[in-house]
């Protein structure tokens, strides 16, 4: 396990829970504080031996709506600090999305299509990590919605890959922990299971619109492929239909 990391994120909600597990487990978490953009990473000495880069903007749906801003603070802001870890000769682990298996269908995967590129190209070891759906998650994702009964629909035409937070920490010190024995730049972290969108809503009693077809911009299925992390060591233990409504 590297031993001194540079947290990007660390005010995210995946941020917050995998500093709070990096401590736990005696790594120096150094972070930076302020718009990121703001950085003259140019000019930036080697300080850490590992980047973990998962700062940036989240979300398909507003994607749509800001897909200069979403430029901006991940492709923009990921080519500044791939920049910085080719100079310093510093590895980098990033945060992409499943949302990148299928780049086309909004911004918001297409930023995370162009990181992985910018990174293919990089000489310093480099993996991508593509987060399947986390749950709990943020306030403003359907499991929470959900909790909350603010969600006035869903498609049922909708299955998800749902992974727990604690579950995607471990597997990010997973990697970290295996990345000088790995050959994959890529890794998916999910569970290898697919959960119906209605499914998950009788878990809370829904009562609203049942929609069905495509979505604009929206993938209709995510599945893992987890193989590679269970080969490294990991296994996720928890599932979203088995536990209570935490």
Known sequence: MPYHVLLTGHEGYVGQHLQDELLKRDVIVGTFEG??????????????DMVVHLA???????????????????????????????????????????????????PYATTK???????????????????HTVWPGRTDMLYERLKRNEVDYINVDHF??????????????????????????IVD????HVTPVSELAKKFDFKGECRKGEAPGERMA?????????DLGWTPKHNIMNEGNA
Not at 189 to 192: A, M
Not at 224 to 229: K, S
């Open 35 to 48: 718009d990121l953009l703001d950085i003259e990473w140019e000019k930036k000495p080697k300080q850490f």
């Open 56 to 106: 940036g903007l989240a979300g398909v749906r507003k994607s749509f709506k800001e897909p200069q801003e979403y430029y901006k603070n991940n492709v923009e802001l990921s080519r500044r600090i791939f920049k910085y870890c080719e100079r310093t000769r510093t590895e980098v682990m990033y945060a992409s999305s499943s949302n990148a298996h299928e780049w086309w269908l909004n």
């Open 113 to 131: 299509q162009m990181i992985e590129e910018m990174a293919s190209m990089l000489t310093v070891r480099h993996i991508g990590m593509r987060f």
């Open 160 to 185: 998800r890959d749902w992974i727990h937070i604690d579950d995607l920490t471990n597997g990010i010190c997973t990697i970290m922990q295996k990345c000088y024995i790995m050959d994959h730049n």
């Open 189 to 192: 972290i999910g569970t290898g």
């Open 222 to 230: 995510t599945r893992a492929d987890i193989q590679y992390l269970l």
